[in-house]
């Protein structure tokens, strides 16, 4: 996905006052401030109460909800394969937010997980703090670009990942200078 459709998924939901924030490689990004890596979908956390109304913008925009529903996880695809995984999350007391997992579990990103504030092309976006971005990383098994990303957090904002993951992020140091182009890839299909 490039940044004019991630632009153009989460301008329309800005517009009628609907928070949103980047989760994931495009949240990495918008805190770097800057693209480090293509990506082929687009992870949103929006509130759980907005999320039908998320899925009828998207809709208008040519996106079909293929897997999921709220108040779960789920994905919309455009006819190009651009893909948006929405994670709804409920408000509790203490602000943070309250997360339903497939298996029926409840995760609670931390309220000071959606302070973070970062940019796409030069435009001020919401995203998930890089503390919080470290804790959803911690959540799954992660791949050799996931654990790039905890390096690059770690490195620009002093966010340290678990010990357990501490190994594989570290050697990233070793490695040649981080990539700092932008790669604007399109939408795979």
């Given amino acids: 996905m490039d940044t004019q459709t991630l632009l153009a998924v989460i ?7 609907i928070d949103v924030w980047l989760d994931g490689g495009w949240g990495v ?3 770097l401030e800057h693209q480090t890596r293509e990506h082929d979908d687009l992870d949103l956390v929006v509130e759980l109460d907005r999320a039908s109304r998320v899925i009828e913008l998207l ?3 040519g996106y079909s909800l293929v897997t999921g529903a709220p108040p779960k996880s789920f994905v ?3 006819a190009r394969g651009c ?12 602000g943070g937010g309250v997360y339903q997992m497939e298996d029926g579990t409840e995760w609670v990103y931390p ?3 959606f302070t973070g ?3 796409v092309d030069d435009r001020r976006v919401r995203c998930l703090s890089p503390e919080a971005q470290v804790l959803v990383h911690a959540g799954y098994e992660l791949t050799q670009k996931d654990y790039r990303e905890l390096y690059l957090l770690r490195e620009r904002f002093g966010v340290e990942p678990p010990q357990a993951l501490l190994d594989d992020v570290l050697p990233l140091r070793k490695r040649s200078a981080v990539r700092r182009e932008s790669r604007l ?3 795979s299909g």
């Fill in 11 to 17: 301008g329309p939901t800005e517009a009628e006052g």
């Fill in 117 to 119: 504030r970062g940019s």
């Fill in 83 to 94: 893909q948006v995984d929405i994670h709804p999350v409920a408000f509790n007391a203490e």
């Fill in 59 to 61: 809709d208008a925009r």
């Fill in 111 to 113: 309220s000071e997980g």
């Fill in 76 to 78: 919309m695809v455009d």
């Fill in 29 to 31: 990004d918008a805190l």
């Fill in 185 to 187: 890839g399109q939408c």
